[in-house]
C-alpha cells in the first residue's frame, strides 16, 4: 500500500498546480502537508487530504517560538489532524504541544527505502514513518533509473516536494544551487516560465517519482491517502475543515 504524501515547503503556486494536477490525473489522493496558503490546495480541501508542515527553527517564517509556530500553522485551512516537520526539526516539547493544539498523526521519521510500520509513540501520536523521499533518494545518490517493485502488504509512504517534482531535480545540489539564486520572497513567487526555465532535462527525480505510483496503479497495490487507510481512519475520525484557534 502506498500513501503519497506532499510538503509544501513554500514552493511556488504553478509547483503546487502541476503537482497536484499530476497525482489527480493518476487517481492518487495525496495528504498534503502545508506551510503557507495556496489557492490549489485550498480549493481541493474537498478531495484531498491537508495537514500542517510547522517548522521549528529560531529562523522559521512561522515564528520563533514553539507557541508562535503552532499558532501560525494553526491558521493554515487543513482538513486532517496531522502533521511532519520541516527539516523532521521536532522535539519533546513540540510534539506535545501540537497534540494539545488537536493534532493526532505525525509523519517525522525518514528511511532510506526502508519499510518501517507505523507506530504510536511515547506521547501517544501515531508515527507514520517514510519510505521514499525525494530529497533523502537524491542525498543518497540512489540510481535515477530505478525500478521499483511496491509493496503489496505493507504501508510505505513517499514523501514529494513539489519543487522536486516539477524541476525534475537530478542530484541532491542541484536544488541547493537553485535555492541559493532566489530569496524567500522571490521563490515562493516564482513563475511559471521561470519554474520552466529550471527544469531539468535529462534523467531527475520526476520520473522514479512518476515509476513508483505508476507500478503501485499496475500491479494493483492500493493508493490511499492517510486518513483513508484502515489503520488509522478510526483514530481520526471523519474529515472536516479545521481553521485557527483564535
Ligand atoms: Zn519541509
Known amino acids: 500500500m502506498l500513501i ?15 503537482t497536484l494536477d499530476f497525482l489527480q490525473e493518476r487517481g492518487v489522493i495525496p495528504t498534503v502537508f502545508v506551510t503557507h496558503r495556496s489557492p490549489r490546495v485550498e480549493s481541493s480541501l474537498g478531495e484531498i487530504e491537508v495537514g500542517l508542515h510547522p517548522f521549528f527553527h ?28 520541516h527539516r523532521y526539526a521536532t522535539c519533546n516539547e513540540s510534539n506535545r504541544q501540537m497534540m494539545e493544539a488537536g493534532m493526532k498523526v505525525a509523519s517525522n521519521i525518514c528511511t532510506d527505502l526502508e519499510i518501517v510500520p507505523p507506530f504510536i509513540d511515547r506521547l501517544g ?22 525500478s521499483f517493485k511496491p509493496a503489496e502488504e505493507a504501508i510505505t509512504v513517499m514523501n514529494i516536494h513539489p519543487m522536486h517534482f516539477v524541476v525534475n531535480t537530478p542530484a541532491f545540489d542541484y536544488m541547493v544551487q537553485i535555492k541559493r539564486q532566489f530569496t524567500r520572497e522571490q521563490w515562493i513567487g516564482m513563475s511559471r ?3 520552466d526555465h529550471l527544469k531539468y532535462q535529462g534523467d531527475g527525480i520526476r520520473r522514479v517519482i512518476v515509476e513508483l505510483i ?28 479545521l481553521r485557527a484557534r483564535h
Not at 125 to 146: A, M, R, S
Not at 216 to 235: D, H, M, Q, V, Y
Request: contains cysteine.
Open 58 to 85: 529560531p529562523d522559521s517564517s512561522h515564528g520563533k517560538t514553539i507557541e508562535e509556530v503552532i499558532d501560525s500553522v494553526m491558521a493554515l485551512p487543513h482538513n486532517i489532524p496531522a502533521f511532519r516537520c
Open 4 to 18: 503519497v504524501t506532499v510538503d509544501l515547503d513554500w514552493a511556488p503556486e504553478p509547483a503546487i498546480e502541476e
Open 125 to 146: 501520536l501515531i508515527q507514520v514513518p517514510i519510505y521514499f523521499e525525494d530529497g533523502g533518494y537524491l542525498w543518497n545518490c540512489h540510481p535515477l533509473t530505478k
Open 193 to 195: 516560465q521561470q519554474l
Open 214 to 241: 505508476d507500478a503501485s496503479n499496475e500491479t494493483g497495490s492500493l493508493i490511499r491517502s492517510i486518513a483513508k487507510s484502515p489503520r488509522f481512519s478510526t483514530k481520526i475520525g471523519k474529515a472536516k475543515v
